[in-house]
């Protein structure tokens, strides 16, 4: 931790918070929205599960840059840019709510996200005081992603039934213009300083610690998790005939169970230990997967989705904490982009291969082939747990 930094207080971190909602509400909305426009127009699942993956495109090739340059420049100009380039991806959508122009869209309201989480999240560990503040106010930033992922879907889903997609994409690109009202205030903290003689390294030498080898093939399956029920959701609504506010809400009961979960994980974090809660989140969402085809009806299909964000939204502070915790403090933001680019590579991956498996052999198989390698991954996530608490 940065024994130098002054203390985040509460009203900081919370104004914080709600920047990040509304930037990544942006997107969240966005994510819904675009593929079932693109359904609605006779798109196929192949069309949209390529429409869903450029969401995390341009977080691949900006993921490193975006670390790099926030160790160098701090918080408010890599969030300033962001800002800039989500109103305009959804603005365009307004404009020209045609498919070749969703997916610029998408891009352009994906990588602005991935730029201000990683300058949030590095500003916010570094602002951390002991290991037990760490995981406290990641469960706290953890809430901002989770509510958004509520308010997003089930917003757009309430304003296309109400006035078209249009009104809905317009909505969506002024919620980031409200992030600046939030975080321009924001005190940057000190620069670090490189000690004497020190190398510049490469992001791939971080993969050389066993413990960050681990951490990327658990946060990489969970990832593929959400990837898969965002994607698997509006085709299952789409093909049982439910309204756009349904398959809203289905997602944002999602989003709203993960809140619930991080909301709670702040009071509890001094008695939770990391590789435990994800271990048990990994076992859960593998049992949670292999039932889920079967739920007949939207309500039942709500449920489902409600027990999944709980499992699944305890995960993320828990693995921040961790790679703050393995990683040195000079590289955090590069660690963080490194992070976010595997993870986000395989989301350009992983909704084009479900669209195709979803096509050919029907979207049970895809929740029920991930799940299966979820239950097998719980054991490197077990492994995850310090020296200091191995038998």
Not at 54 to 68: D, N, S
Not at 311 to 316: I, M, Y
């Amino acid at each position: 931790m940065n024994a130098a930094a002054a203390p985040l207080g509460s009203i900081a971190l919370a104004r914080l918070i709600a920047g990040h909602i509304s930037l990544h509400a942006c997107m969240a909305g966005m994510r819904m929205a675009a593929p079932l426009m693109a359904l609605r127009a006779g798109h196929s699942a192949l069309a949209v599960g390529l429409l869903l993956s450029l969401f995390a495109l341009t977080q691949v090739f900006l993921a490193l840059p975006a670390g790099r340059y926030a160790d160098r420049h701090g918080f408010k100009r890599p969030v300033g840019f962001a800002v800039v380039f989500a109103s305009v991806g959804a603005a365009l959508a307004v404009a020209f709510p045609i498919f070749p122009i969703l997916c610029v869209s998408a891009l352009m309201t994906g990588g602005a996200v991935g730029v201000s989480a990683i300058s949030l999240q590095r500003h916010v560990g570094r602002s951390a005081q002991n290991d037990t503040e760490l995981k406290r106010m990641f469960s706290w930033l953890s809430i901002g992603p989770a509510l958004s992922n509520f308010v997003g879907p089930l917003s757009a889903g309430l304003l296309i039934d109400l006035g078209g997609f249009r009104l809905a994409f317009f909505a969506l690109a002024c919620l980031p213009l409200m992030t600046w009202l939030w975080v321009r205030h924001t005190v940057e903290l000190p620069p670090l300083q490189a000690a004497p003689g020190a190398k510049k390294g490469r992001a791939w030498d971080l993969l050389r610690e066993p413990m960050m080898r681990r951490l990327m093939l658990v946060n990489w399956l969970l990832s593929s998790c959400w990837d898969v029920h965002t994607f698997v959701v509006p085709v299952l609504g789409h093909e049982r005939g439910l309204s756009a506010s349904s398959i809203g809400a289905i997602l944002g009961g999602f989003a709203l169970a993960a809140t619930a979960v991080r909301v709670a994980l702040p009071l509890l974090a001094a008695h939770l230990h990391e590789w435990v809660v994800v271990t048990t989140a990994m076992l859960a969402t593998a049992l949670l997967f292999a039932i889920y085809p079967f739920m007949p009806s939207a309500l039942t299909m709500g449920l489902c989705s409600a027990l999944l964000g709980i499992s699944l939204g305890s995960v993320q502070p828990m693995i921040m904490s961790t790679l703050h915790q393995i990683t040195p403090e000079a590289r955090h933001g590069e660690a963080l982009g490194f992070r976010m680019m595997a993870i986000h590579g395989s989301s350009v991956v992983m909704p084009m291969l479900f669209g195709t498996a979803g096509a050919v052999l029907g979207v049970s198989l895809v929740f029920w082939t991930v799940g299966a390698g979820v239950a097998l991954g719980a054991r490197s996530a077990w492994r995850l747990r310090p020296p200091a608490h191995k038998a």
